[in-house]
T-cell receptor
């Protein structure tokens, strides 16, 4: 079983739509959670950390559900520039990070 | 601005060749990582290092070795390249613990 699982998509949405991605993780002892964004042929970059209380950064909201072991990312008012692959990342508190295979988002005009 | 650089963006090698991939970071990070990224499999950890001369195996270390002689530099070595090592190789660095990882631009290695 993979440590981190994501729906690969692609999610094809029109500009202005709201879209949500989920990610599940297998290790209940995992400590830290992140969403990274990866543009085509580029390196991953941190989008946001995910806190137990949930957190918001502009149009992006991340939630953590420890009981069900999933993390979500909500994007409101999608822009063309949001088109990318979104990677869910889980840290086991021993310097090791586990990456999901990514969810591809295409925002269409 | 944190900078992680990798020695090559594209590399083509022949089966059996010894291959060196270099990574340099300028943020005095203790931790450095080597991943490979393949379609549908995501990023998989090959090796990481938490200090000079210290290293730990990741999830897929077979066929690879690493070297960290200086804090800012972490090298990945393919002792005898094989076609199944054709992949995108990404280096990353971070402070210890749960901090953000910063990635280099990647090296796309093709082994023929």
């Amino acid at each position: 079983r993979k440590e981190v699982e994501q729906d690969p998509g692609p999610f094809n949405v029109p500009e202005g739509a709201t879209v949500a991605f989920n990610c599940t993780y297998s290790n209940s002892a995992s400590q830290s959670f992140f969403w990274y964004r990866q543009d085509c042929r580029k390196e991953p970059k941190l989008l946001m950390s995910v806190y137990s209380s949930g957190n918001e950064d502009g149009r992006f909201t991340a939630q953590l559900n420890r009981a069900s072991q999933y993390i979500s990312l909500l994007i409101r008012d999608s822009k063309l520039s949001d088109s990318a692959t979104y990677l869910c990342v889980v840290n086991d508190n021993f310097n090791k990070f586990y990456f999901g295979s990514g969810t591809k988002l295409n925002v269409k005009p | 601005d944190v900078k992680v650089t990798q020695s090559s963006r594209y590399l083509v090698k022949r089966t059996g060749e010894k291959v060196f991939l270099e990574c340099v970071q300028d943020m005095d990070h203790e931790n450095m990582f080597w991943y490979r990224q393949d379609p549908g499999l995501g990023l998989r950890l090959i090796y990481f290092s938490y200090d000079v001369k210290m290293k730990e195996k990741g999830d897929i270390p077979e066929g690879y070795s690493v070297s960290r002689e200086k804090k800012e530099r972490f090298s990945l070595i393919l002792e005898s390249a094989s076609t199944n090592q054709t992949s995108m190789y990404l280096c990353a660095s971070s402070f210890p613990g749960v901090y953000e990882q910063y990635f280099g631009p990647g090296t796309r290695l093709t082994v023929t």
